[in-house]
């Protein structure tokens, strides 16, 4: 009898995918037609005590503003404006009702900076403290960001920097490491972690952008993008890190692509503190930075990366084939092809 540990996180994930409509799963959150001029955004993420948070490393609060962002980070990454969320709560009997106070502290917030209300929820008994969170969204059917919208000769823009939520979870784990780092370096590296800002800002920014240079909308039917996409941007957050957002990008999107050693941007920090192995290792695999990851073309990507400023940047570039290869221009590194094994997969041992 094969069990859910046999067959692992995205095995499990294609056998659910058959269960619904194929033209709206495969991307951070659904896309439902409602009324004429808006398309409502819906996703869910549940977070469980020992897998996502800890007590050891998470206060109730941190607790509830990272499970509110990893929401609104979903919604950023479909190009869509929150709405509202629903919470739902499986709780232990004997957890002191403080602390469930605490993280709805936390949540709320969070939630104030975007003006995203919570609408109702449920409550249920649980052996476990499980934390499930669905927001709403909406978005002009014209402007949904989609994985599956990328073509040969894009340019790769992430829009932050990448590693640092790692860090701060190792900093937490083992205070024992980072020595050399200065107070106010180790508080940055913690709260990246604790408290992850979800990417809404960047959204008016790249409207304003695809307004402005409306021209290349205008050649767009001369780039085989899918008709679906409305749009000359793919995307997704990295939340599972930014290995996993390219790859899935691409897989979406039947491309390669090329990832720049040299242009993934890492936190400063990590010059002076982390080998380049380490600190590669963490920007692509770490996960939970919530920065977004955009393929758009060559000349709204500088723009884009133009003003958003320190900490975005182009990393890569979309090409022919299903490979996705990282690259150093510099040869200190040999070419390696990036796979999904190498970062947090859940039922993984």
């Given at each position: 009898?094969?069990?859910?540990?046999?067959?692992?996180?995205?095995?499990?994930?294609?056998?659910?995918?058959?269960?619904?409509?194929?033209?709206?799963?495969?991307?951070?959150?659904?896309?439902?037609?409602?009324?004429?001029?808006?398309?409502?955004?819906?996703?869910?993420?549940?977070?469980?005590?020992?897998?996502?948070?800890?007590?050891?490393?998470?206060?109730?609060?941190?607790?509830?503003?990272?499970?509110?962002?990893?929401?609104?980070?979903?919604?950023?990454?479909?190009?869509?404006?929150?709405?509202?969320?629903?919470?739902?709560?499986?709780?232990?009997?004997?957890?002191?009702?403080?602390?469930?106070?605490?993280?709805?502290?936390?949540?709320?917030?969070?939630?104030?900076?975007?003006?995203?209300?919570?609408?109702?929820?449920?409550?249920?008994?649980?052996?476990?403290?499980?934390?499930?969170?669905?927001?709403?969204?909406?978005?002009?059917?014209?402007?949904?960001?989609?994985?599956?919208?990328?073509?040969?000769?894009?340019?790769?823009?992430?829009?932050?920097?990448?590693?640092?939520?790692?860090?701060?979870?190792?900093?937490?784990?083992?205070?024992?490491?980072?020595?050399?780092?200065?107070?106010?370096?180790?508080?940055?590296?913690?709260?990246?972690?604790?408290?992850?800002?979800?990417?809404?800002?960047?959204?008016?920014?790249?409207w304003k952008i695809l307004d402005s240079q409306s021209k290349i909308q205008n050649h767009s039917?001369?780039?085989?993008?899918?008709?679906?996409?409305?749009?000359?941007?793919?995307?997704?957050?990295?939340?599972?890190?930014?290995?996993?957002?390219?790859?899935?990008?691409?897989?979406?999107?039947?491309?390669?692509?090329?990832?720049?050693?040299?242009?993934?941007?890492?936190?400063?920090?990590?010059?002076?503190?982390?080998?380049?192995?380490?600190?590669?290792?963490?920007?692509?695999?770490?996960?939970?930075?919530?920065?977004?990851?955009?393929?758009?073309?060559?000349?709204?990507?500088?723009?884009?990366?133009?003003?958003?400023?320190?900490?975005?940047?182009?990393?890569?570039?979309?090409?022919?084939?299903?490979?996705?290869?990282?690259?150093?221009?510099?040869?200190?590194?040999?070419?390696?092809?990036?796979?999904?094994?190498?970062?947090?997969?859940?039922?993984?041992?």
């Open positions: 009898m094969t069990k859910v540990k046999d067959i692992g996180e995205q095995s499990l994930l294609e056998k659910l995918q058959r269960f619904c409509p194929a033209e709206i799963i495969g991307d951070d959150a659904a896309v439902l037609e409602t009324t004429p001029g808006q398309s409502l955004v819906v996703t869910t993420d549940v977070l469980v005590d020992g897998v996502h948070f800890s007590n050891l490393t998470t206060s109730p609060e941190d607790a509830g503003w990272r499970a509110a962002a990893a929401n609104l980070s979903d919604l950023a990454a479909m190009g869509a404006s929150p709405l509202g969320i629903t919470v739902g709560l499986g709780l232990p009997g004997e957890l002191r009702v403080s602390w469930v106070e605490r993280l709805y502290q936390g949540m709320t917030e969070c939630l104030q900076k975007y003006n995203t209300p919570i609408v109702g929820g449920d409550v249920v008994r649980s052996p476990v403290t499980t934390l499930s969170i669905t927001a709403f969204g909406q978005v002009n059917p014209s402007q949904i960001i989609r994985r599956s919208a990328a073509v040969v000769g894009d340019a790769i823009v992430v829009t932050g920097v990448h590693g640092a939520s790692h860090a701060g979870l190792e900093l937490l784990l083992h205070p024992e490491l980072g020595q050399n780092l200065k107070d106010a370096e180790r508080t940055a590296l913690i709260r990246a972690h604790q408290r992850p800002q979800p990417r809404l800002d960047v959204l008016p920014i790249l039917t001369e780039r085989s993008r899918s008709l679906k996409s409305k749009i000359p941007v793919a995307g997704m957050d990295s939340s599972d890190g930014l290995a996993d957002a390219i790859i899935q990008i691409c897989r979406a999107s039947s491309v390669g692509a090329v990832l720049e050693h040299r242009q993934i941007p890492v936190p400063k920090t990590f010059n002076h503190w982390l080998p380049p192995e380490q600190a590669l290792k963490y920007a692509l695999y770490g996960g939970e930075d919530f920065e977004l990851v955009l393929c758009l073309p060559q000349e709204l990507a500088s723009a884009l990366v133009q003003h958003l400023g320190e900490g975005a940047a182009i990393a890569g570039r979309i090409t022919a084939g299903s490979t996705v290869i990282l690259h150093d221009e510099q040869k200190k590194f040999p070419d390696q092809v990036l796979n999904l094994s190498q970062g947090f997969q859940h039922f993984n041992s």
